[in-house]
């Protein structure tokens, strides 16, 4: 993770100055390294002109929330009945885009879309910060400007290729661009022009995002027809040190060892998998396979991965996990998120709209409550907490 460099009211402090008196000549540089790579002098200025540095994605860099989210709550909220449903009509509005990437790379549509609804919420969070601003900004301050600089870089190619709109290209703080937040030079690699139009535009065309993700996929060594997993039930007195992805071993050997699938289904005959357990042995465990170390591959995170893994099989129809969470005070839903923000801003609390988006000024009210409720401070969006507010309405 990232690690602050200098104290963040010193680094507020010297911002202007700093941004005054180096951004220009940072430029310079960047200019002459971009046009080596064969970008236009014209693109680049034309891109350039004008620009100041925006000194908060140099916060963004070097944050570290001491907020650590449970696996429960994480999942409580991506893997949602709105999402779920929204999900289902994305489905059936992209039919003829799936279907086409189904049959050019061999990831199945589900799939597809569950990494589009948990990257973007179906393109509604896609993020508004100019690429060219927030990546020149991280080339020239902080931390990691060699990465950035290869990420501006990047942005650089794909303005003079054309392939997206320059006043489109807006993403996250860090350069993730497009439905499904591809970093510049990922696009690069791995667009693809699925709509058939000549261009590669992961912002503007679903097709192309749609395609591009299942590329990415497909590269990353998604097997067609294949499972990412399920969920499965462990024997009592398991062997903790089997558990691990990379621990793979048949699932002949894994039934052996008395592992049963939730769902009372047969293992499959033939494959190999590991064993996940993200709450430890007494939470949902899982049997996951080269399939989920794919979905792995797009966000080097095992929660991130089973988000995309369970949002696509109840995308297919099925249900919640079988066994329950470790934990009697569940996470919530958007909507119940969303619920609790609204209560809290009837309650006087100063958090802005509520958008489901559990930030610090939400976590500060919700601390506030459960110190009046003699609870512990973690600032958590839980169901004790949402329970309280309802009934102090």
């Not at 540089?29 to 034309?46: E, I, P």
């Not at 099925?318 to 998120?337: H, I, K, Q, Y």
Request: proline share 5%.
């Amino acid at each position: 993770m990232l690690r602050i460099v200098l104290p963040a009211m010193l680094l507020l402090a010297a911002a202007p100055a700093v941004a005054q008196s180096d951004f220009r000549a940072c430029l310079s540089g960047l200019r002459g390294s971009v046009t080596a790579k064969g970008v236009s002098t014209a693109t680049f200025d034309a891109a350039t002109r004008g620009l100041e540095p925006d000194m908060k994605v140099v916060e963004f860099l070097n944050d570290q929330p001491e907020f650590k989210t449970p696996i429960w709550d994480y999942l409580a909220a991506l893997v949602d009945e709105e999402r779920v449903a929204d999900g289902k009509a994305m489905l059936r509005q992209w039919s003829s885009a799936l279907a086409a990437a189904e049959q050019r790379f061999g990831v199945d549509r589900y799939t597809i879309v569950a990494v589009w609804g948990v990257e973007s919420d179906f393109g509604k969070a896609i993020g508004k910060r100019p690429l060219v601003q927030s990546l020149a900004t991280l080339s020239c301050y902080g931390r990691r400007q060699a990465y950035f600089r290869t990420e501006f870089a990047a942005t650089m190619t794909i303005l003079e290729r054309g392939d997206v709109d320059p006043g489109h290209l807006t993403g996250s703080w860090a350069g993730a661009f497009g439905h499904t937040q591809f970093m510049p030079s990922t696009f690069l690699r791995l667009a693809v022009d699925n709509d058939g139009d000549g261009r590669r535009d992961v912002v503007d065309s679903v097709p192309d995002a749609l395609g591009s993700t299942a590329n990415y996929l497909a590269r990353s060594g998604w097997t067609k027809g294949g499972t990412w997993g399920f969920e499965v039930r462990l024997p009592p007195g398991f062997n903790a040190s089997l558990v691990g992805r990379g621990k793979k071993r048949g699932f002949d050997q894994w039934a052996k060892l008395g592992v049963r699938r939730a769902d009372g289904r047969a293992m499959p005959e033939g494959g190999a998998a590991g064993l996940i357990a993200p709450a430890g042995l007494s939470g949902p465990a899982f049997l996951v396979t080269r399939n989920f170390d794919a979905i792995y591959a797009y966000n080097a995170a095992e929660s991130y991965a089973l988000a995309i893994a369970h949002l696509s099989d109840r995308l297919r129809g099925g249900g919640p996990f079988v066994t329950p969470w470790p934990t009697n005070d569940r996470g919530l839903s958007r909507a119940e998120r969303r619920e609790l923000q609204a209560l809290l801003l009837r309650k006087g609390y100063d958090i802005g709209a509520p958008d489901g988006a559990i930030g610090t000024k939400t976590r500060q009210a919700i601390a506030d409550v459960q110190r009046q409720l003699g609870a512990e401070q973690d600032g958590r969006a839980s169901l004790s907490v949402l329970t309280a507010l309802r009934g102090g309405r």
